[in-house]
């Protein structure tokens, strides 16, 4: 992997003048973050918007965004603690908005696109301070701690879920646009997996760093759903102690899968965790899925999450401590036995998607960062 981080050096930015518009994204963390930022990057780039981005030297986007877009980082992370320690990140929240409002000078950017978490924050107070446009985009059902503080200092907020909206009040503008998508998504992909026409296919994901609890509940099933002729296609993440640990033909094990695009069009069921990125994939392809929310989210959003699929008629919740293995076996066999209660959830989740969201959010960042 080519890797281009530049830091704040003006020498390291390109040429004055040279684009018709430049924009800085900031995106950090986990999936969930960087894959609409990236949906949106790519279709700007088609455009000839020249984009950036703005990133934390040690998180996921070291990995998937130098290959694509200059990756600019900070030092930036969550207030977690009120002892010492609480005053040292305070002083590198400091800097980093420092560091930000040099960066966005020095490359005459027109505005700032995030998605949220711990570096919206430098983002968009850099962008307030020096009079830019900024854009958050951000994809829960009930809006993190940096957008509910920051977004009264947004242009405009946009939002994966409609919801979201009562817990912004503040916020000058918001607007529905949904979850933008990897490009993919548009279009059939092929599934490059031994998988036979006709086997009925139950994709297992944790969102993008695997889920342990998930994974536990899940290989309790696996023998019964096997034997009904399911063929299960397990993301593990990649800290699953208990990876590897059972084997058989028509079960496919992967610490992290590239095409889900693939995948999930091809799948008839989801048993997953409810982040905002997964749920709205699982909408865009018509997956009926389980959903077993990560007990620990922030203020219990992926639960918010769920209820939005399960609300639709496009799935059903469970909460990890509360899900009995053999309830869980019992539903998924039941289904397996009767298709069409699968394929009516799958029309209603096509119903959850909401078209054009990548372009909705392009044409803002066209309207408010020219
Ligand atoms: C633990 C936690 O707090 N997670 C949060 C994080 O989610 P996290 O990144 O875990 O989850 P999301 O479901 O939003 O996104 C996962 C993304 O990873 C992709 N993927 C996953 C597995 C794999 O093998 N291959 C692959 O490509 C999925 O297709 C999806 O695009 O950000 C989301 C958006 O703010 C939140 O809703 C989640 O609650």
């Known amino acids: 992997m080519n890797l281009r981080t530049l830091d704040s050096n003006p020498a390291a930015c390109p040429p004055q003048g ?98 949220g978490g711990y570096i919206a924050a430098p983002a968009i107070i850099a962008a307030r301070t020096l009079g830019l446009p900024s854009i958050l985009h951000e994809s829960n059902a009930i809006p993190g701690k940096v957008t509910r503080s920051l977004s009264r200092w947004c242009t405009v907020v946009a939002l994966g879920f409609e919801r979201a909206a009562q817990y912004l009040p503040q916020a000058k503008t918001t607007r529905w646009v949904g979850t933008p998508v990897r490009s993919q998504f548009q279009s059939p992909q092929p599934l490059d997996l031994p998988i036979p026409e006709t086997a009925p296919v139950i994709v297992v994901a944790g969102g993008s760093q695997g889920a342990v609890g998930l994974n536990r509940k899940v290989r309790a099933c696996l023998e019964p759903w096997l034997e009904a ?29 590239e095409n889900m695009a693939g995948l999930l069009q091809r799948a008839n069921l989801a048993i997953s965790r409810s982040g905002a990125g997964t749920l709205t994939e699982l909408a865009v392809t018509g997956t009926p899925a389980i959903l077993i929310p990560y007990p620990y989210a922030a203020e219990d959003h992926q639960a918010f999450n769920a209820k939005v699929y399960v609300e639709a008629g496009a799935g059903v919740m469970f909460r990890e401590a509360d899900l009995n293995p053999a309830d869980l076996e019992a539903l998924v066999l039941d289904w397996l036995a009767h298709p069409q209660s699968l394929e009516r959830m ?10 054009n969201s990548t372009e909705q959010v392009v044409a803002m960042v066209r309207q408010y960062c020219a």
């Open 18 to 115: 040279t684009h018709p518009s430049r924009l800085l994204i900031a995106a950090s963390g986990t999936g969930g973050h960087l894959f609409p930022a990236l949906a949106i990057a790519d279709q700007l780039r088609a455009e000839q918007v020249s984009v950036e981005w703005l990133g934390v030297s040690d998180r996921l986007e070291t990995q998937l965004v130098p290959e694509d877009y200059p990756l600019r980082v900070i030092s930036v992370e969550g207030f977690q603690s009120k002892d010492l320690r609480a005053l040292w990140v305070f002083l590198k929240f400091l800097v980093s908005i420092w560091r930000t409002r040099r960066i966005l000078q020095q490359g005459q950017f027109k505005g700032v696109l995030t998605t």
């Open 229 to 257: 002729g399911a063929w299960i296609v397990h993301l593990t993440g990649d800290r699953d102690p208990d990876a590897h640990s059972y084997t058989h033909p028509h079960y496919l094990e992967f610490s992290f899968f």
């Open 346 to 355: 799958a029309a209603q989740a096509r119903q959850v998607a909401v078209p």
